[in-house]
């Protein structure tokens, strides 16, 4: 199937956003920025095939192979490509009950994903069906706020990565949602969770001053915002309540946004909160623009598949 076949115009536009206190002009200079692209998914739940024609609320849209080829296509565009997962990777088609996750791993293996963080469903198996699993992923599990030394799992995921893109260096690091009263204890066993703000505010500290990073990623499944429950802890929440995170790539809430959010964090500069829905619907995009300087603007958008 041709790409202009599936892929839709993009949804409600772009934000042009100004990160860490630049204004939103023009770079001075001559020279051509440089230009990083983070494409990613959240809460895609097993769903490998596209929605039917049929399909009351999703017809015709998402599947892999459609999001495989666009992929392709935006990192032929632009080699300087990160693709990310927000967790959720699990659970909600019959793949799932079929093959326990093989097939989700493998397709995001193919698909050439570079990290991604945990959700609840994830452990829907069990964390012994999850560690079970791993061998078919080809890409890094990152998560800051899961302690997993006494589990299975110890060692099999880190707090963060980095990776270097045409001179900028990326730091990625992941949080994952209270598994207690969303996953039965027997399913997680004694995987510690910790408190997100703090895990956060320390790794960015490693990111930021050890790491010497010039773009951070906070891969979320803490979920976007809850009105109704203000004191749990969201990505806006999270925005608000640290420093030096540029991005936060969420999931768990299925919000479908059709641009970032920016949000000032706690030292009054721009944090951007995005997340795309679920299923696999949605392709995240943001495009970073570096100058000389390392000064940074944004572009971001939401591509329907």
Do not use: W
Not at 174 to 183: D, T, Y
């Amino acid at each position: 199937m041709k790409r202009r076949n599936f892929i839709q115009k993009t949804s409600a536009g772009t934000a042009l956003m100004a990160l860490g206190g630049l204004g939103l002009q023009s770079f001075s200079g001559t020279s051509t920025p440089t230009k990083i692209t983070i494409l990613h998914t959240n809460d895609v739940h097993s769903h490998i095939d596209s929605f039917s024609p049929n399909d009351a609320k999703y017809a015709n849209k998402g599947g892999v192979a459609r999001r495989a080829t666009l992929v392709e296509s935006i990192r032929h565009e632009n080699p300087n490509t990160l693709l990310l997962d927000a967790g959720d990777i699990f659970q909600g088609t019959p793949y799932f009950n079929y093959y326990g996750g093989e097939l989700e791993f493998k397709l995001m293996s193919k698909l050439k994903y570079d990290a991604a963080t945990l959700g609840n469903h994830d452990f829907d198996n069990g964390i012994d069906g999850l560690y079970a699993q791993l061998p078919h992923a080809e890409f890094q599990f990152i998560t800051a706020n899961y302690d997993f030394s006494n589990t299975i799992m110890d060692t099999h995921t880190r707090p963060y990565k980095t990776f270097y893109k045409d001179g900028i260096k990326i730091g990625v690091f992941g949080l994952g949602i209270k598994l207690e009263g969303l996953v039965a204890p027997n399913m997680f066993k004694e995987t510690k969770y910790l408190d997100p703000i703090e895990s956060s505010q320390e790794m960015t500290r490693i990111l930021k001053v050890d790491e010497a990073c010039d773009l951070i990623i906070c891969l979320s499944h803490l979920g976007y915002h809850y009105k109704n429950n203000p004191n749990k802890i969201s990505d806006l929440a999270l925005a608000k309540a640290t420093k030096d995170i540029d991005l936060i790539i969420g999931g768990h809430t299925h919000t479908f946004l059709p641009k970032p959010t920016i949000v000032k964090n706690i030292e009054n500069k721009n944090t951007l909160v995005n997340q795309v829905g679920c299923y696999g619907i949605n392709l995240g995009r943001i495009d970073f623009y570096f100058d000389a300087d390392k000064n940074k603007t944004a572009n971001g958008t939401s591509i329907i598949i």
